[in-house]
C-alpha cells in the first residue's frame, strides 16, 4: 500500500510541475497531458516554438511571428504545396521550413500548376484584361498606359533624324546597337500609337483584337533583343545582320532588308550530303561553314523569339513607310488592305 500511495504522490506531483492541476482545478485532459509532453520533447532538441500575435485573421492570410516573419497559415500551405504535386511535410521538416520550400518552389516555378502555355493565348489574357479594365474601371487608353514603355526614346525623334544618324553607322559597335534600337523603338511606338487611335466599337472588332495580340506578343519576344544591344552585348555575328537590315530598312529596299533576315535566320551554309570525310582530308566547301552563315533561328528558342519580333517590326516598317512596288515584299495596297 505505501508504494502505490507513493506513486500516486509522484504523479500528483509531476502534473503540479506541469501545472495541469492546482487548488481551483481538480482535473485535467489528457489531449493537455500529451501537448505538454510534446513541448518537453521538442525543447530537449533545440526547437523553440513561435509565439504568435493573438489578433483573428481570414484564412489565406498571413499571419506574423516573433522574429518579424509572415508566414501563410498552415492550411493554406497544405493547400498550396497539394495544388504542385509537393509533399506536405518531409522527414524532420518543421512548418516554418515547409512554409520556406513552398516559397522556393513559387519562385522557381511560378506557373508550375498551369502546364506548357502558348505565347499566343498569354498575350490573348493580356489583351482581354486590358480590354475589360479600359471598360469598365474607366482606366486610361492603352496610349496612356503604354507611354513608360517608350519614355527612353525622345520625342523629337523621328523617321529622317535616324536615317541621319544611320549615315555614320560601321564605325563603332556602340553607337549601331543604339541606332538599331532607336530605329525598333521608333518602330514599335508607332505601332503602339495606330493601336491606340481605334474607337471603342473598333476594339470590340475581332480584327483589331488579333492586331493587338500580336503587338502584345511582339513586344514581349524582342525585350531579350533590347536588353542586348542596351547594354551592348549583342554577338557580333548578329550585329553585322541586324546594321545590314536597319540600312536597308531606312533606304526602303524591303526587298534586300528580307534578303539579310533570311541570312541570318536560316543562314545559307551547306548542308553536308552523303560522306563528309574521306581519309585526311575534309570535304571541299567544309570551310565555308562559319558563324555568318549559321542558322541562328535554330539557336535557342530566345533568339526564336526575337527574330520572329524583328520580322514582324519589318512588316510595319513597310506598312508605315511605303515606297515602289518593286521594292516591296508581298505588296498590298492600302486600298486592298481595307
Not at 49 to 67: C, H, L, M, N, W
Not at 171 to 184: P, Q, R
Not at 234 to 254: A, G, M, Q, T, V
Request: charged share 35%.
Amino acid at each position: 500500500m505505501d508504494i502505490l500511495k507513493a506513486e500516486i504522490a509522484r504523479k500528483r506531483k509531476l502534473l503540479e510541475e506541469k501545472q495541469l492541476v492546482d487548488d481551483k482545478k481538480k482535473f485535467f485532459r489528457r489531449g493537455d497531458l500529451s501537448a505538454k509532453d510534446t513541448e518537453e520533447v521538442l525543447q530537449k532538441v533545440g526547437y523553440k516554438k513561435q509565439e504568435q500575435i493573438a489578433e483573428p485573421r481570414t484564412e489565406g492570410a498571413y499571419s506574423f511571428v516573433a522574429d518579424g516573419q509572415n508566414i501563410l497559415p498552415r492550411i493554406e500551405v497544405i493547400r498550396r504545396l497539394r495544388e504542385r504535386g509537393e509533399p506536405i511535410l518531409l522527414f524532420g521538416e518543421t512548418e516554418p521550413e515547409a512554409f520556406d520550400r513552398l516559397r522556393i518552389c513559387e519562385i522557381s516555378q511560378p506557373e508550375a500548376n498551369r502546364g506548357f502555355r502558348n505565347d499566343f493565348q498569354e498575350a490573348m489574357e493580356q489583351v482581354d484584361a486590358a480590354y475589360l479594365q479600359e471598360m469598365f474601371a474607366n482606366t486610361p487608353t492603352t496610349k496612356e498606359d503604354k507611354k513608360s514603355d517608350f519614355a527612353e526614346l525622345d520625342e523629337s525623334i523621328t523617321w529622317e533624324s535616324i536615317q541621319t544618324m544611320a549615315l555614320k553607322m560601321g564605325k563603332n559597335k556602340d553607337y549601331d546597337m543604339d541606332v538599331i534600337i532607336t530605329l525598333l523603338t521608333f518602330l514599335l511606338k508607332l505601332w503602339n500609337a495606330q493601336i491606340a487611335n481605334y474607337t471603342k466599337h473598333e476594339k470590340m472588332s475581332t480584327k483589331v483584337k488579333m492586331t493587338r495580340v500580336i503587338y502584345t506578343q511582339t513586344k514581349e519576344y524582342v525585350k531579350p533583343l533590347f536588353r542586348k544591344l542596351k547594354h551592348h552585348t549583342l554577338p557580333e555575328d548578329i550585329l553585322d545582320s541586324l546594321r545590314d537590315i536597319c540600312k536597308h530598312l531606312l533606304n526602303r529596299n524591303y526587298i534586300s532588308a528580307s534578303d539579310a533576315y533570311l541570312e541570318m535566320a536560316i543562314g545559307n551554309a551547306p548542308w553536308p550530303i552523303g560522306v563528309t570525310m574521306v581519309g585526311i582530308h575534309a570535304r571541299t566547301g567544309r570551310e565555308k561553314i562559319f558563324s555568318k552563315n549559321v542558322a541562328h533561328v535554330m539557336n535557342d528558342e530566345t533568339q526564336r523569339k526575337y527574330i520572329q519580333g524583328l520580322k514582324r517590326l519589318m512588316t510595319k516598317c513597310q506598312e508605315y513607310f511605303p515606297t515602289d512596288p518593286s521594292k516591296c515584299v508581298e505588296y498590298v495596297s492600302k486600298k486592298d488592305r481595307e
